[in-house]
C-alpha cells in the first residue's frame, strides 16, 4: 500500500476518460495530458486504460509500505525518493518505507504518477477517473487527501525505463495552439478574426487565474461578435478543447468535463496540441494558428509516429 | 439535415435552427439510428435540440469513410424503431427555502407563487436534451407566462434536485452545482445514480410533470 502524506495543491485518480454516455450528460474527465498518462503506464509496464494520479502544485507526497517501480511523468518536477533526486519521464524503484517527495514544478502544471501494480479502486460508468463536480469514480469521488491509503494488487518491479530527452514535449509559454475551424466562426467580425489569430506577441492572450479542469478561461482582446447575431447559441454537443466566446468576448478553452455548451464555438484545438492544454497556467501566454482540417490531419499522423517512436525506439 | 465537419474528430448532423417539437422528434430518430448502426468507431453521439454531434474515433477511420458508412443507411431511418417515450412524475417543493427564486419570478411575471406554481405544473414537458451535467434534463416548453431571464451572476451552489428555469426551459439540477437559472422550487427524487443502470432517470424524448407537494 502507499499512504497520501501531502496531495500538493490536488491530486486526483484518472485514467483514459469515460466515453459512450455523451447522451446522458456524463463527460469524459479522462487525464487531461493524454501522452503523459500513456507513457506513464508504459513506463510501469501497465495496461493503456489503468488509473494513475494526476497531480498539480509542489509539496506532493507518498509513502511507500510496499517494494514497488513507480515513475513521473507530465510537468517536468524536481523530486526525491528519501533524499535521492530522481528524473522525471524515467522509473524507479521505491522501497518499503521509502517517501517519495515533489519539492518543485519546474516546467508545466499537471504531473502524473504511476505504479507498477493495479490500484484497488472501483470504476464507476466503466472508469476509474474522477468526476469532480458530481463525485464519483477515482478515490471514493473525490480528490486524495493527507492520510488516504491505496492498497494494490499484482505488484511488480520493473526493469528500469526512461523517456529520450528528445520526445519529452516542451511545456513553457508561450503555447502555440493550432486550432482548426469552429461551427460558429461566422459569428464574428473579421477583423475581430484577425486579431484573434495573430501570431505576434502585443497579441497574445494570457491565461487567467479562472482555470480548472473543465475549462481554461483566457484574457486579452475580446472577439466582437458580428451584428444581428446572438451571443449565444441553442446548446449544442461540444468535444473537448472547444474554444467558446461568451458575450464578454473572452474565450473559455473547454476540457474534459462538459458534453453540451451554449456559446459560440470559434475554433477546437487540434489533436496535436491539446494535450498541451494541461499545462496552461495563470499569465502564461497564449497564441493562435488556424490550420485547415487536413494540414491538421497529417501533423497527428506525424505526431503519432512520434509517439510510437518513443516507446519503440 | 445538414452534416458538417467539426474538428478533427466530430460530426453535426443539423436538423433546425430552433427549439421546437417537430425538430426534436427528427433529432430523437437520428439519435436512435445512430445508435442502431452500432459503429465501433463512434466514440460519443451527444444529441441536443436541433442537432446531433459524433465523436469519432479517427485514429480508426477517416471523415469520409465515417460519413458514407452513415449516409449509406439513411434508407434505414424511416423505419427506425424508436423506444417510447418514458411518463414521469416529479413531486416539487417549491418557494421558501427549497426555492429561492420564487420572489423574483412572481415579481418578474406578475403573478402569485400559487399561479407560477399553477402554470408550471400545468404542462406535460418533453426533455429535449440531457446535458451540461450527468443526467440534467433542458425541458420545454415553458409557458411564455413564466418566462425569466437567466442570474446575471450565477449562485456558487444550489443544493441536488433543485428546480429551476430560464427563459422558455425548464431543469433540474441532479447534483449540487453552480447555477445560472432560476431556482423555484427542490425535489428528492433522485436524477443520476452512477451505480445503477440506467443512470440517468431522464432519457432524451421522456415525458415530464411536476406534482406540487
Request: aromatic content about 12%; overall charge neutral.
Amino acid at each position: 500500500m502507499i499512504e497520501i502524506f501531502n496531495p500538493g495543491w490536488l491530486a486526483i485518480i484518472v485514467d483514459n476518460g469515460r466515453y459512450g454516455y455523451g447522451d446522458i450528460g456524463v463527460p469524459p474527465s479522462s487525464a487531461l495530458d493524454n501522452f503523459a498518462y500513456s507513457t506513464l503506464n508504459y513506463l510501469t509496464g501497465n495496461h493503456t486504460d489503468s488509473p494513475v494520479m494526476e497531480v498539480m502544485g509542489r509539496g506532493f507526497a507518498i509513502m511507500f509500505d510496499v517494494d514497488i517501480t513507480c515513475a513521473i511523468t507530465g510537468a517536468k518536477v524536481s523530486a526525491y525518493i528519501n533524499d535521492v533526486p530522481l528524473k522525471s519521464w524515467t522509473s524507479f524503484k521505491a522501497t518499503k518505507g521509502s517517501i517519495l517527495r515533489v519539492k518543485e514544478v519546474t516546467e508545466g502544471l499537471r504531473y502524473y504518477v504511476g505504479f507498477s501494480g493495479d490500484m484497488v479502486l472501483e470504476k464507476a460508468i466503466e472508469s476509474f477517473s474522477t468526476n469532480l463536480e458530481c463525485r464519483f469514480g477515482g478515490y471514493k469521488g473525490r480528490p486524495l487527501m493527507k492520510g488516504d491509503i491505496i492498497e494494490f494488487n499484482n505488484v511488480r518491479i520493473e526493469e528500469e525505463n526512461a523517456v529520450a530527452e528528445r520526445y519529452i514535449p516542451s511545456m513553457n509559454p508561450p503555447h502555440l495552439l493550432r486550432i482548426t475551424e469552429g461551427p460558429e466562426i461566422g459569428h464574428f467580425t473579421p477583423n475581430s478574426l484577425k486579431d484573434f489569430l495573430k501570431n505576434h506577441s502585443e497579441n497574445t492572450y494570457s491565461v487567467s487565474t479562472k482555470l480548472n479542469r473543465t475549462g481554461i478561461r483566457l484574457e486579452g482582446k475580446p472577439l466582437l461578435f458580428r451584428e444581428k447575431v446572438d451571443k449565444s447559441i441553442i446548446s449544442e454537443g461540444i468535444l473537448p478543447g472547444t474554444i467558446q466566446i461568451p458575450g464578454d468576448g473572452q474565450p473559455i478553452i473547454m476540457l474534459y468535463e462538459r458534453s453540451v455548451g451554449g456559446y459560440a464555438r470559434i475554433a477546437t484545438v487540434a489533436r496535436i496540441d491539446i494535450d498541451m492544454l494541461a499545462h496552461l497556467k495563470p499569465k502564461d501566454k497564449v497564441l493562435f494558428q488556424m490550420l485547415g482540417i487536413e494540414q491538421a490531419e497529417t501533423l497527428w499522423v506525424k505526431k503519432k509516429r512520434k509517439y510510437l517512436m518513443t516507446y519503440f525506439g | 439535415m445538414n452534416l458538417y465537419r467539426y474538428g478533427e474528430s466530430g460530426i453535426r448532423i443539423v436538423f433546425g435552427n430552433s427549439i421546437d417539437l417537430e425538430t426534436h422528434e427528427k433529432v430523437r430518430r437520428y439519435y436512435y439510428f445512430l445508435k442502431s448502426l452500432r459503429l465501433k468507431e463512434f466514440i460519443d453521439i451527444i444529441p441536443s435540440f436541433n442537432s446531433c454531434v459524433i465523436n469519432f474515433n479517427n485514429n480508426a477511420i477517416s471523415f469520409e469513410n465515417i460519413v458514407s458508412l452513415i449516409t449509406e443507411r439513411h434508407g434505414e431511418l424511416d423505419a427506425i424503431e424508436i423506444p417510447q417515450p418514458a411518463h414521469h412524475e416529479i413531486p416539487v417543493m417549491y418557494g421558501g427555502e427549497c426555492g429561492p427564486d420564487m420572489e423574483f419570478v412572481c415579481e418578474y411575471s406578475g403573478l402569485s407563487d400559487n399561479e407560477v406554481i399553477e402554470i408550471h405544473t400545468s404542462v406535460i414537458y418533453t426533455v429535449f436534451t440531457v446535458g451540461f451535467m450527468p443526467g440534467f434534463p433542458y425541458l420545454g416548453t415553458l409557458d411564455k407566462r413564466l418566462y425569466a431571464p437567466r442570474l446575471e451572476t450565477p449562485r456558487l451552489k444550489v443544493p441536488e434536485g433543485s428546480v429551476g428555469l430560464a427563459q422558455l426551459q425548464t431543469g433540474i439540477y441532479p447534483f449540487e452545482s453552480p447555477a445560472g437559472w432560476r431556482i423555484i422550487g427542490k425535489t428528492d427524487k433522485k436524477l443520476f445514480d452512477y451505480k445503477k443502470e440506467p443512470y440517468s432517470l431522464l432519457q432524451i424524448g421522456d415525458k415530464v410533470r411536476f406534482i406540487k407537494i
